[in-house]
């Protein structure tokens, strides 16, 4: 059963094609296009490809750019889309939010995958869930699989362009993170860096303190790879967290034909 697999962030859509609907299953092809790009997938990466029989997508980006995407898989494919929204629980993952539904699609299916992805190792574990990206979230979820809850923060550019539109004599190229910065530009980019990582440790401290036990701790995104190096706490960094949590949904939801 080819499964196709789409994440809409706020910049660019991601997708991978897979031989079947289960975690595990073999990539059969992957890509990533600016959203800018969308209108030709269709007549380009998605051109000879096999047929997916079924799809799951995760979108955070607005409807219009959810519908453009669609659009392109009727030019080629007669699947029916199927987008994941928060609910109050799927995939062995229970939302704890007030109002579940709320609860920003990708922020779930990344909690989804990194529950598989631990389970898959051994015995269950509280977590911390990471996102780097435009903006950067930090989930809590105890051992059951409970989602405690999260912090949303900017992203290391949203930071930048505060401090630009609201500070005189700011606008200086990005800098390199140091313990002691002596120049604006690594000053603005360590001082991002650490806001965001002070952030990130914060919520390990409580997911310890709260369920008595060391969380594990993952860490997905387009800036993930800029954040791992200057946490205090080890993180793993992976890629795929949203596919991952896209495949054990599909898993859950898609009997075998």
């Known amino acids: ?51 997916p029989q079924r799809m799951i997508g995760c979108s955070v980006a607005a ?12 030019e080629l494919w007669d699947v029916p889309a199927q987008w994941v ?27 989804i995958g990194a529950r598989h992805r631990m389970l898959a190792r051994g015995a269950a574990r509280p977590m911390v869930v990471v996102m780097v990206g435009t903006a950067v979230t930090v989930e809590a ?38 313990a002691f910065p002596t120049n604006t530009s690594d ?18 401290q409580h997911v310890r303190s709260h369920c008595a036990a060391d969380p594990a701790c993952f860490m997905t995104g387009g800036a993930g790879w800029k954040m791992a190096p200057h946490m205090s706490v080890g993180f793993e960094l992976v890629d795929s967290l949203i596919f991952d949590g896209l495949l054990e949904i599909a898993r859950h939801r898609f009997a075998p034909l």
């Open 141 to 178: 979820v105890d051992t059951s699989g409970r989602f405690l809850g999260g912090f949303i923060l900017p992203g290391h550019g949203i930071m930048l362009r505060a401090l630009e539109s609201g500070t005189a004599g700011l606008h200086v190229p990005t800098g390199d993170v140091r």
């Open 63 to 74: 409807d219009a750019v959810r519908r453009r995407a669609e659009t392109q898989m009727d």
């Open 1 to 51: 059963m080819t499964f196709l697999a789409i994440d809409i962030g706020n910049t660019r859509l991601k997708w991978a094609l897979y031989e079947d609907a289960h975690p595990g299953a073999t990539l059969l092809a992957q890509g990533a296009e600016f959203l800018e790009q969308i209108d030709t997938l269709a007549e380009g990466p998605w051109t000879g490809l096999p047929t």
């Open 187 to 204: 000053a603005l980019t360590s001082g991002g860096t650490y806001a965001i990582a002070g952030a990130i440790e914060r919520m390990v």
């Open 85 to 111: 929204h928060a609910s109050s629980a799927e995939a062995g993952l229970m939302n704890g939010y007030d109002h579940p539904a709320r609860l920003g699609a990708d922020r779930w299916v990344a909690m």
